[in-house]
């Protein structure tokens, strides 16, 4: 039995997916599976995963028919035959250490759940270097910390996982943002938790991803899984109230600026006007709030003047991260 699972769900990313099966391949900690899970891409991916089978039989695929990545990752979880279980995009790629690192403060520890920093990857663009901390916690303190996404995030895929995290949990099928849909979910299976902000995942940021800014009624799914993660803490958690509370309001700036920089049908107008009423109700909030850049105040100040105002920002701002990004 190997002592990791690492579970990759491929699709269309034949340009990017040879560095990443690479980058894993080349780890320092060598027991480990790799599961690709070819979730019916349209391209070369799924004789590309074949192909890697026959040179390394560290390596699993499963071919199955397109449900999206949470679909993908379940699969990979459900043949998971390793102790641990650990997640990468198939157009990311890791450092050669990652899981090494992940896997020797997990045990150092004794946790349940390792974690590690990651660089945010912009074409044209130098990736910001972080200040490395080291931090063991309960799961309450994981769950500040990840609340506050300054030092680590909600992401799967910079982290190992005891398997029994996943024995009652598994990712929202047919919706997107499923690592905050799930974040809670996994925290409450843990007891400890040990934070390493030492940079080792390469997540890149494109255009054509789900995360970029044209919007889709997908994108109200972000919006529901926050509401619903706020909804679970204030019945449980009610001291990480105004940081559950912020990731809601920024989910709502995030689909707003999403539909502010698209041509939107006309019963979306409806659904935007609800997102700006539920922001100028939340004015005060976001302007005394520390975790809300001033760029994000001064749009804030903007929307409470005339949706004209803040349309302007944003399309502004949309021009000059695409100005960067080229």
């Known amino acids: 039995m190997p002592e990791i699972s690492i579970i990759v769900p491929v699709y269309g990313v034949e340009k990017y997916l040879d ?16 599961i690709l899970v070819d979730d019916g891409s349209p391209d070369n991916c799924g004789a590309m995963c074949d192909a890697y089978a026959e040179i390394d039989d560290r390596i699993v695929v499963v071919h199955k028919e397109n449900g999206g990545l949470s679909a993908a990752r379940n ?63 309960d799961m309450l303190g994981a769950a500040k910390i990840i609340l506050e996404g300054k030092l680590v995030s909600v992401n799967a895929y910079n982290k190992l996982y005891k398997k029994e995290i996943f024995e009652h949990v598994r990712y929202p099928e047919g919706r997107i943002t499923e690592d905050a849909a799930v974040i809670l979910k996994v925290l409450e299976q843990t007891t400890k938790v040990v934070i390493d902000t030492s940079q080792k995942y390469y997540y890149y940021h494109r255009e054509n991803s789900i995360s970029s800014n044209h919007f889709s009624k997908k994108d109200l799914d972000t919006i529901k899984a926050w509401e619903d993660n706020e909804k679970h803490v204030l019945e449980n958690y009610p001291e990480l109230k105004d940081l559950v509370h912020t990731r ?9 600026d999403k539909m502010m920089n698209s041509q939107i049908e006309k019963e979306d107008l409806v659904t935007q006007k609800e997102i700006i009423r539920f922001l100028r109700k939340n004015s005060l909030f976001v302007l005394k709030n520390q975790y809300f ?31 960067k990004n080229k």
């Open 19 to 34: 560095k990443c099966v690479k980058s894993i391949l080349n780890q320092t900690f060598k027991d480990f599976e790799l």
């Open 75 to 137: 699969a990979g979880i459900e043949i998971a035959r390793g102790r641990y279980l650990g997640f990468v995009d198939s157009d990311d790629y890791i450092e050669t250490d990652m899981y090494e690192l992940l896997y020797t403060n997990l045990k150092k520890e004794a946790a349940d759940l390792s974690i590690v920093g990651l660089f945010d990857l912009y074409a044209g663009k130098e990736p910001e270097i972080k200040k490395h901390e080291y931090i063991v916690t």
């Open 248 to 256: 809601v309001c920024w989910a709502y700036f995030i689909v707003l």
């Open 293 to 323: 850049t001033k760029q994000r105040k001064i749009a804030m100040i903007a929307l409470s003047i005339h949706t004209y105002f803040y349309k302007q920002l944003s399309r502004f701002e949309n021009k000059v991260v695409k100005k």
